[in-house]
T-cell receptor
Framework: KQEVTQIPAALSVPEGENLVLNCSFT??????LQWFRQDPGKGLTSLLL?????REQTSGRLNASLDKSSGRSTLYIAASQPGDSATYLC????????FGAGTTVTVRA | DVKVTQSSRYLVKRTGEKVFLECVQD?????MFWYRQDPGLGLRLIYF???????EKGDIPEGYSVSREKKERFSLILESASTNQTSMYLC????????????????FGNGTRLTVT
């Protein structure tokens, strides 16, 4: 059974600092890995999807890397802003998506 | 933009009631999913469907059933609601790639917060 872990569970940084969020998964036989953002009381919003054949994906200030062999993905958010405050979840897709518990980010103005 | 609409944001039901949660997507996606989200337990898959009238059990199907009569609509049914089914329920959809795997991002609705008293 796929197990997905996100460390740390929470992170607080001053505005302008770069964010590094980690995701690890136990079974490397995945089709893709997805990163989501969740605001309090809301559903999840897709940020990036990395196919198993890719090493990274970029969208604006966001960059996600994937190392399948070591079972790791990292989400980088450059020059953080207070509006980036949210919970970030990763999900490994090995036919069904398995979600991590998320990292709650607070960006202080 | 993909829109996934869940019919209710908040629901309060009594123990033993039959509860229907409705979800509609407007992007002609083959795959639809129902998750529940609980503090400390994260998102857990209840059921998913990859085609009309097709369904597969997720990790926690006990106490739930689903219906997919039309491609755009996926319903979650709590046959006899219990207090341990108090939770946030999230519906999602995606398009299907080879071998039935979701090859596109999951799009989520805003969730239904269900309280069973």
């Amino acid at each position: 059974k796929q197990e997905v872990t996100q460390i740390p569970a929470a992170l607080s940084v001053p505005e302008g600092e770069n964010l590094v969020l980690n995701c690890s998964f136990t079974d490397s036989a995945i089709y893709n890995l997805q990163w989501f953002r969740q605001d309090p009381g809301k559903g999840l919003t897709s940020l990036l999807l990395i196919q198993s054949s890719q090493r990274e994906q970029t969208s604006g200030r966001l960059n996600a890397s994937l190392d399948k062999s070591s079972g790791r993905s990292t989400l980088y958010i450059a020059a953080s802003q207070p509006g980036d405050s949210a919970t970030y979840l990763c999900a490994a897709n090995d036919y069904k998506l398995s979600f991590g518990a998320g990292t709650t980010v607070t960006v202080r103005a | 933009d993909v829109k996934v609409t869940q019919s209710s944001r908040y629901l309060v039901k009594r123990t033993g009631e039959k509860v229907f949660l409705e979800c509609v997507q407007d992007m002609d996606h083959e795959n639809m999913f129902w998750y529940r989200q609980d503090p400390g337990l994260g998102l857990r898959l209840i059921y998913f469907s990859y085609d009309v009238k097709m369904k597969e059990k997720g990790d926690i199907p006990e106490g739930y059933s689903v219906s997919r009569e039309k491609k755009e609509r996926f319903s979650l049914i709590l046959e006899s609601a219990s207090t341990n089914q108090t939770s946030m329920y999230l519906c999602a959809s995606s398009s299907m790639g080879d071998r039935g795997v979701s090859n596109s991002p999951l799009h989520f609705g805003n969730g239904t917060r269900l309280t069973v008293t």
